[in-house]
Nanobody, 118 residues
Framework: QVQLVESGGGLVQAGGSLTLSCAAS????????MGWYRQAPGKQRELVAS???????NYADSVKGRFTISRDNAKNTVYLQMNSLKPEDTAVYYC????????????WGQGTQVTVSS
């Protein structure tokens, strides 16, 4: 079993910064593409950013130029650096990973709340 545990959420004023981390635990697995999603109240979960094992990145238009996704393959960890935060960034942020372990499956973290006050 592979578990993803997020950390780093919290309350920040508009214009501020936060860094989210997501660490995978378990054994005998490989992580392919990892990503961050978010879900605001009353809205569907949406992709924020993703990163391949080779560190190719993809961003939602709404966060381009403000957020940076990165990963440390040795630590099985993915990060999301969020700058110039806006109230509309308020959401629960979820980590997702494509996991190879006796097959291919997707794992989700439990989510971490990010609240941006105006």
């Amino acid at each position: 079993q592979v578990q993803l545990v997020e950390s780093g959420g919290g309350l920040v004023q508009a214009g501020g910064s936060l860094t989210l981390s997501c660490a995978a635990s378990g054994s005998g697995f490989t992580l392919n593409t990892m990503g961050w999603y978010r879900q605001a109240p009353g809205k569907q979960r949406e992709l924020v950013a993703s990163i391949t094992r080779g560190s190719s990145t993809n961003y939602a238009d709404s966060v381009k130029g403000r957020f940076t996704i990165s990963r440390d393959n040795a630590k099985n960890t993915v990060y999301l650096q969020m700058n110039s935060l806006k109230p509309e960034d308020t959401a629960v942020y979820y980590c997702n990973a494509e996991v190879i372990r006796f097959g291919l499956f997707y794992s989700w973290g439990q989510g971490t709340q990010v609240t941006v006050s105006s």
